[in-house]
């Protein structure tokens, strides 16, 4: 099955030999202080700028329940994000992962994001809907 939207993802999740910890970063796109006027037109039209991680989680997939639920309660920390980038850390001996053991893989996440290393990680718009970049 390929992953159309967040709730393909979450039901894919589920479905894992081993339990999984989803991990999700939510950016904001923004534009550099060192815009262009044309980078600044095409922003503001609602394209380009750079994608920038306001907030992280991790999440047991149960925990979310749906992509409805995930946008709702992402309001209240972070109401502007433009987009949320998912990977799952898988547990073992039917564990899931511990948030302790999450940490080192969201901070990398992060770090990725800010270097433009997506290739790996799962963009999804306020939608819900799997976003291909590049």
């Not at 534009?31 to 306001?54: I, K, T, W, Y």
């Not at 979310?64 to 998912?86: G, Y």
């Amino acid at each position: 099955m390929s992953i159309q939207n967040f709730d393909d993802l979450l039901q894919q999740a589920q479905l894992q030999a081993q339990p999984q910890r989803l991990l999700l970063v939510f950016a904001n796109a923004e534009l550099p202080d060192d815009a262009s006027p044309a980078q600044r037109a095409n922003f503001m039209r609602g394209e380009g700028g750079a994608l920038v991680p306001h907030m992280c989680v991790d999440k047991l997939p149960q925990e979310i329940a749906s992509f409805k639920r995930l946008l709702d309660e992402s309001a209240e920390h972070s109401p502007n994000w433009c987009m949320v980038f998912v990977a799952a850390l898988s547990g073992a001996k039917g564990t899931p992962p511990t948030s302790q053991a999450a940490d080192p893989h969201l901070q990398r996440m992060v770090e990725m994001i800010r270097a433009g290393m997506l290739a790996s990680l799962l963009p999804f718009d306020r939608q819900g809907l799997a976003v291909q970049l590049g």
